[in-house]
């Protein structure tokens, strides 16, 4: 009598354990469930880039000093582009001069 009803216990106990596992790897391949693993995984992947693409631009901002100062080059570089004394001015939209239109309303042709 014991023997039998320990292995109904245990039994039981393997059947639902089972349809647990089951139950839980299915709701993990819906499709929701896909796109969203999918979303989190492609939000990882562009921190680890960002995080390369920085280390690179460290690097290589390093490495230009130590190459400026390898061949002499510290001269303070102007970051600011000339600027060129004759320039046209810009038209100004809107006014007497030029009339606003507004745009074409496909709707009013039928």
């Given at each position: 009598?014991?023997?039998?009803?320990?292995?109904?216990?245990?039994?039981?106990?393997?059947?639902?354990?089972?349809?647990?596992?089951?139950?839980?790897?299915?709701?993990?391949l819906?499709?929701?469930?896909?796109?969203?693993?999918?979303?989190?995984?492609?939000?990882?992947?562009?921190?680890?880039l960002?995080?390369?693409?920085?280390?690179?631009?460290?690097?290589?901002?390093?490495?230009?000093?130590?190459?400026?100062?390898?061949?002499?080059?510290?001269?303070?570089?102007?970051?600011?582009?000339?600027?060129?004394?004759?320039?046209?001015?810009?038209p100004?939209?809107?006014?007497?001069?030029?009339?606003?239109?507004?745009?074409?309303?496909?709707?009013?042709?039928?």
């Amino acid at each position: 009598m014991f023997r039998r009803a320990f292995w109904f216990t245990t039994g039981a106990a393997a059947g639902v354990w089972a349809t647990t596992k089951v139950q839980r790897k299915l709701r993990e391949l819906k499709p929701d469930a896909l796109a969203h693993r999918a979303a989190d995984r492609a939000v990882e992947t562009g921190h680890r880039l960002r995080e390369f693409a920085l280390d690179v631009r460290a690097g290589m901002a390093q490495r230009e000093g130590e190459l400026n100062e390898a061949l002499g080059l510290n001269a303070p570089v102007d970051v600011d582009p000339p600027r060129i004394a004759a320039q046209a001015p810009r038209p100004q939209l809107g006014g007497a001069q030029h009339p606003v239109e507004r745009p074409h309303d496909w709707r009013e042709d039928h």
